[in-house]
């Protein structure tokens, strides 16, 4: 059974920092490319970073310089460290998992968690 769990969301004022984690299972962590998107209230999902399987990473222009992703394969985890939170952050934010075969890409994703960051 395929699973990826988030955690580290929470409420936050506005200038502080969260650390999220994805941890994965069910997969090969290792062959996947790791994005982290969110939801802000009554908005469309939207990307927010992503990493690949050889770690390089890319970030939308409203968070390049505030939020860094990382990966860790031995323990199955992506992480997003997000610093300098602003209240426009404020969103469900969910982790993807994406495996191409081929063409055809295999996108799983997390349950989501909360950020709320109070002005």
């Known amino acids: 059974q395929v699973q990826l769990v988030e955690s580290g969301g929470g409420l936050v004022q506005a200038g502080g920092s969260l650390k999220l984690s994805c941890v994965v299972s069910g997969i090969m962590f290792s062959d996947n490319v790791m994005r982290w998107y969110r939801q802000p209230p009554g908005q469309q999902r939207e990307l927010v970073a992503g990493i690949t399987t050889g770690g390089s990473a890319n970030y939308a222009d409203s968070v390049k310089g505030r939020f860094t992703i990382s990966r860790n394969n031995a323990k199955n985890t992506v992480y997003l460290q997000m610093n300098s939170l602003k209240p426009e952050d404020t969103a469900v934010y969910y982790c993807?998992?994406?495996?191409?075969?081929?063409?055809?890409?295999?996108?799983?994703w997390g349950q989501g968690t909360q950020v709320t960051v109070s002005s």
């Open positions: 993807a998992a994406d495996h191409a075969y081929g063409d055809f890409v295999q996108r799983r």
